[in-house]
């Protein structure tokens, strides 16, 4: 008979739900989050009958607490268990799943799936990464752009008919999206103010080892890149040209940003563009834990919770930035 992930029992009940998250947070022992210290002689776990479960006391600091203080759980009302579903939802689900989609399949508030998505695209957010490729490796580069600085979907009225129409904002009034592609291996994508030569390049050059084969279209962006990495390939996509001899196409990259896309889109449908960079931090850890990498849904759950710690946003901030 066929079982079904969601129905380990840390899904559904919350003393199951702490010890898998301890289990994995603390994989290598307790360590206090307040002073660091990760002498477990010197920490006890408190069996008061009024005591929260799972709190511990640091004797080196006098201080309590729990798994949750200093990751995305923190200050959070939601039980643990929610939070284990709504992780492994958001990690499953190839373009995403909408706010909505969340409260009504956990059934909080709308305030609390929205602040618990933010929170799991932030632990979803990679950091401390060297560049991408490296001797006999192909990276492809391109930038795209996604929504409008101002006003999404903003529809005016034609004057001569009174019919309403959208309105498409020049390429210079959107969000743009530079992104970096490894054949056969991660993704890295960064929203940029404006894609310029200047701004593009660095990206590129900082991201990308310089003896890979970098490929590109023909955008002027991308020009004089052939005296930084071991060769640049383009296709001339204004020519109707998309692949050439010796494998020379943007083809990964603009397959990743068809999928970024149809989730934003499809999914998410509106987003303000202060959260853009952790939508984009969701899709790249998607990606870069994908099937191909030997990387299941369950063992991408797990990731999301090694990246848990150190990241705690609170509800105001995250409305703030």
């Known amino acids: ?22 289990s994995r947070i603390w994989a290598n022992g307790v360590t206090c989050p307040h002073c660091g210290n990760a002498d477990e002689s010197r920490i006890g776990k408190l069996t008061g009958k ?72 932030e632990a979803m957010r990679e950091g401390g990464f060297g560049p991408l490729g ?56 960064f929203h940029v103010a404006q894609a310029t030569k200047e701004n593009v390049a660095a990206l590129v050059t ?18 004089g890149m052939d005296q930084v990495f071991a060769s640049h390939g383009t296709t001339r996509h204004s020519a109707g040209e998309y692949v050439r001899e010796g494998g020379i196409h943007s083809n990964t990259i603009e397959s990743y940003f068809s999928v970024f896309k149809r ?14 960079h952790r939508y984009l931090a969701e899709f790249d850890f998607r990606h870069n834990n994908r099937v191909a990498l030997g990387i299941g849904d369950v063992s991408r759950a797990a990731n999301i919770l090694s990246g848990a710690v150190g990241k705690r946003l609170t509800y105001e901030t995250t409305r703030a930035r």
Not at 3 to 14: A, P
Not at 164 to 179: E, T
Not at 206 to 223: G, I
């Open 1 to 22: 008979m066929a079982h079904s992930v969601l129905s380990d029992r840390h899904f559904h009940d919350e003393a199951a739900a702490l010890a898998f998250v301890e």
């Open 50 to 121: 009024s005591t929260r479960p799972g709190v511990r006391k640091c004797y080196a600091c006098r201080k309590p607490f729990t798994v949750k203080v200093g990751t995305i759980f923190e200050s959070s009302h939601a039980p643990l268990h929610l939070w284990l579903q709504a992780i492994y939802l958001m990690s499953s689900s190839k373009k995403g799943i909408s706010t909505q989609q969340l409260k009504r399949t956990l059934g909080v508030a709308m305030k609390t799936a929205w602040f618990m998505g933010h929170r799991i695209r």
């Open 134 to 189: 490296g001797p006999g490796s192909i990276v492809e580069a391109d930038e795209t752009y996604y929504g409008s600085k101002a006003k999404e979907n903003r529809r005016e009225v034609r004057k001569d008919t009174g019919a309403a129409y959208k309105h498409r904002s020049p390429l210079s009034d959107k969000r743009a999206v530079v992104g970096l592609i490894e054949r056969g291996g991660k993704v890295r994508t």
């Open 206 to 223: 900082a991201n990308v080892h310089h003896e890979s084969a970098l490929m590109t279209d023909e955008s002027r962006l991308y020009t």
């Open 263 to 276: 989730g934003m889109r499809g999914v998410y449908q509106h987003c303000d563009e202060k959260h853009l």
